[in-house]
């Protein structure tokens, strides 16, 4: 079946300006979780998403946030961009509740660059 | 809270040398380990699991034992392969049933050369 697929993979912008990442997760998936990946602080945990509620949130500012569609399908928003939100940006999905083992299925990410 | 240690990198081999990536984690209660791997370019896959003490995961010639007595879950392999160059992130899970809120640890890169 089909994998975890983020869009758009390579994206450019400038400081001020925002942004929205989309995930489409693996088809029976129901929950979606967002990671931030970078070279300085690693992997780091953004959000999680589960029947279209925000189940988990990390230590992001607000500028950070995201939604969940009733098709699982979910989004992520950065708002007024700073240079530091350059960043491999991860989404990943799973089973959710009593079935979650943990067991995340990545997508390939979509890389930003703020310039 | 929970964390997990892993080895600095880069560890750099040759083909067929032995490989160790070392992890310990900090968590309350009795958590599921795991150990990901992320290719060049791509994003990261599960490669092993543990789910319990004394458990041993396995996957492509891979293999971590979850120990207690020492929260460690280090990462092995017999002969390792230039295929195998990559990032290796070791993650905890609280208990089954959660939110799927994984903690990673740092990752180490694995530079493989003939």
């Known amino acids: 079946k089909a994998g975890v697929t983020q869009t758009p993979r390579y994206l450019i912008k400038t400081r001020g300006q925002q942004v929205t990442l989309s995930c489409s997760p693996i088809?029976?998936?129901?929950?979606v979780s967002w990671y931030q990946q970078t070279p300085g602080q690693g992997l780091q945990f953004l959000f999680e998403?589960?029947?279209?509620?925000?189940?988990n949130k990390g230590n992001f500012p607000g500028r950070f946030s995201g939604r969940q569609f009733s098709n699982s399908r979910s989004e992520m928003n950065v708002s007024t961009l700073e240079l530091g939100d350059s960043a491999l940006y991860l989404c990943a999905s799973s089973l959710p509740g009593y079935a979650n083992t943990g067991e995340l299925f990545f997508g390939e990410g979509s890389r930003l660059t703020v310039l | 809270g929970n964390s997990v240690t892993q080895m600095e990198g880069p560890v750099t081999l040759s083909e067929e040398a032995f490989l160790t990536i070392n992890c310990t984690y900090t968590a309350t209660g009795y958590p599921s380990l795991f150990w990901y791997v992320q290719y060049p370019g791509e994003g990261l896959q599960l490669l092993l699991k543990a789910t319990k003490a004394d458990d041993k995961g396995s996957n492509k010639g891979f293999e971590a034992t979850y120990r207690k007595e020492t929260t460690s879950f280090h990462l092995e392999k017999g002969s390792v392969q230039v295929s195998d160059s990559a990032v290796y992130f070791c993650?905890?899970?609280?208990?089954?049933?959660?939110?799927?809120?994984?903690?990673f640890g740092t990752g180490t890169r694995l530079q493989v050369t003939l």
């Open positions: 088809s029976g998936h129901r929950s």
């Open positions: 998403y589960f029947s279209e509620t925000q189940r």
């Open positions: 993650a905890l899970f609280p208990y089954t049933g959660t939110a799927s809120k994984l903690t």
